[in-house]
């Protein structure tokens, strides 16, 4: 998680006056930018992330904020980054570091398409610290100070870090969620833990209702959506937030569990045809290190899957394809299935985090598949793989069984986490970290000395 560094301590009152006169020379004397050189502000007010904080009172936001009187600033290490998103890529023409005391003497500006792989544009070892207004070219998304050596005790720290370029005619970026607090630093375990077969509880979760919402992709339109048939939370609608669903109720085993689940609504023809009973919500570990996954940030949503998928695409995330009966592996519904089964698919969700957001424009690119069972670089926080097992009780012909999405390989599920902390945590850490094959409870029937997780009522005891 983000570490706080110590408070710094207090500085003299010579240096003291020193920064109030260098806080002023920042409002009165920022030079006026060339209209040639510098075509737009584009990072004012965008997300910024950095390698670490200084303390709570000096987020990277303050760099970006267009206020003079704050700043970021780091732990006292080297090196360390400010990054900041512009929502699109852009011609990157200008950029301007307003510094406080603590500057950097080498640093390098570095562009990137993806936030994972950088090109300096520009690079230092002389620098004095004030402000400084350099005159780049380069092309990216994500714009970042990497400062390699300080040029004193302290860590790094800028009240502002202006981008200045051309976007085209692209709208400015909306639906990122920022984690707070955000999880840095983090490098993807590669650690081999003793072997345990499973590692993994179950959220069993029944029907609640059906409606054309999905308050991720379209919040606040209700009826905007396909059907969706939601699970878990009872109130989940197109209007639906994180305090909205901690009020609500559930339909999980666990009360704890007050997150929104949901999926397109299956048919039979036009009757709709609903899932009967508790249903089986998998939360497992998705890489080798089962040890190092930690439980979901609240708020945290995504969407696993596609309505507009391929058919291979859907057979990516999913266990076994559509099944009844002996049919396995079908990305479509089977053709018939025998009389009395129902027809069940189980589809796994990445469980990669990048420790940023809570949500991103596309509802998917904060979350990533491990590699070879481990986090990739740019999302290293393990979380708990979640697997869906859902079962619709239909059978016999199924040439007019349809989802409200489309095909069977249009499946795809909504997460909104509403979990109480302690209680995700608890089972999180007995199941998951701890090597067991756990129910709703947290118990596992063949160890039966490891005990429980929750009580009777699955609740913390």
């Known amino acids: ?245 901690n009020a609500g109720g559930t339909t999980c085993l666990a009360p704890g569990d007050k997150s929104g689940y949901w999926m397109p609504t299956l048919y039979n023809g036009n009757q709709v045809i609903t899932p009967v009973g508790p249903q089986v919500i998998y939360y497992k570990t998705g890489v080798n290190d089962y040890t190092s996954v930690r439980p979901f940030p609240p708020g945290l949503r995504f969407v696993v899957g596609s309505p507009n998928a391929t058919a291979d695409q859907f057979m990516f995330g999913s266990v076994e394809g559509w099944e009844c009966g002996e049919s396995y592996h079908n990305a479509d519904f089977p053709t018939y299935c025998p009389a009395g089964t129902q027809v069940n698919v189980r589809y796994q969700a990445p469980s990669c985090w990048d420790g940023l957001y809570l949500d991103t424009p596309d509802h998917k690119s904060h979350m990533a598949y491990p590699v070879n069972l481990v986090c990739p670089t740019s999302h290293p926080v393990a979380l708990p793989m979640i697997e869906f097992k859902m079962a619709f009780p239909v059978s016999g012909d199924m040439s007019q069984v349809r989802l409200s999405s489309g095909r069977g390989y249009s499946f795809h599920y909504d997460f909104f986490n509403a979990w109480d902390p302690a209680t995700q945590a608890a089972l999180v850490n007995h199941c998951v970290r701890g090597g067991l094959q756990c129910n709703a409870r947290g118990y596992d029937e063949t160890q039966p000395g490891r005990g429980a997780a929750l009580n009777a009522n699955y609740q913390l005891p």
Not at 199 to 221: K, M, T, W
């Open 1 to 245: 998680m983000t570490s706080i560094g110590q408070s710094r301590p207090r500085r003299s009152t010579l240096a003291g006056l020193a920064a109030a006169a260098l806080l002023a020379s920042l409002v009165t004397v920022v030079p006026m930018q060339s209209a040639q050189a510098a075509v737009t502000l584009l990072s004012q007010g965008r997300p910024a992330t950095a390698s670490s904080t200084e303390n709570g009172g000096t987020p990277a936001t303050a760099a970006v904020d267009g206020n003079p009187a704050t700043r970021w600033s780091s732990q006292f290490s080297d090196p360390q980054w400010l990054r900041v998103d512009l929502g699109s890529t852009a011609a990157i023409t200008q950029v301007v570091l307003q510094w406080e005391g603590a500057y950097a003497t080498a640093y390098q500006i570095q562009v990137s398409n993806d936030g994972n792989n950088w090109t300096s544009i520009y690079s230092t070892t002389t620098s004095t610290g004030g402000t400084q207004t350099l005159n780049v070219t380069g092309n990216g998304r994500y714009v970042r100070m990497y400062g390699t050596v300080r040029n004193g005790g302290y860590g790094y720290s800028l009240w502002e870090f202006k981008v200045y370029g051309d976007n085209g005619t692209a709208p400015p970026a909306t639906g990122y969620v920022l984690a707070n607090p955000q999880v840095t630093g983090v490098t993807p375990s590669t650690y081999n833990p003793p072997h345990a077969y499973f590692h993994e509880f179950q959220a069993n979760c029944a029907f609640s209702h059906d409606r054309p919402d999905d308050p991720i992709v379209y919040p606040g339109l209700p009826g905007a959506s396909h059907m969706h048939t939601f699970m878990g939370n009872r109130t989940t609608n197109a209007a639906s937030t994180l305090s909205s669903l």
